[in-house]
Nanobody, 124 residues
Framework: QVQLVESGGGLVQAGGSLRLSCAAS????????MGWFRQAPGKEREFVAA????????YYADSVKGRFTISRDNAKNTVYLQMNSLKPEDTAVYYC?????????????????WGQGTQVTVSS
């Protein structure tokens, strides 16, 4: 069992930065690939970024590549999403999630555990 709690969301102007954190409980955290997803009002949940259990592999959606960076600290049971050069279209609720299989990281339905989300609002 893994419980996930996101933090770090807020209101920021376009071009600004935010760092999201996702704290996990459960001693199996380091065996999971971790992903970030987001959902804007009226839209489907979409994949943002993922990181392998070791941190050695990462993968990003084209829309955030070069602006967002995912990282993890297994000693602290925490995964991070550094978001730079934010745009109004990045506005959404951001969720972290845990997936035991790296091959399915872009598919939300394959994730076993989800946090409750943190709101990110980017003003123009």
């Amino acid at each position: 069992q893994v419980q996930l709690v996101e933090s770090g969301g807020g209101l920021v102007q376009a071009g600004g930065s935010l760092r999201l954190s996702c704290a996990a409980s459960g001693r199996t955290f380091s065996s999971y690939a971790m992903g970030w997803f987001r959902q804007a009002p009226g839209k489907e949940r979409e994949f943002v970024a993922a990181i392998s259990w070791s941190g050695g592999s990462t993968y990003y959606a084209d829309s955030v590549k070069g602006r967002f960076t995912i990282s993890r600290d297994n000693a602290k049971n925490t995964v991070y999403l550094q978001m730079n050069s934010l745009k109004p279209e990045d506005t959404a609720v951001y969720y972290c999630a845990a997936d035991p299989v790296w091959d399915t990281i872009v598919d939300a339905y394959e994730y076993d555990y989800w946090g409750q989300g943190t709101q990110v609002t980017v003003s123009s």
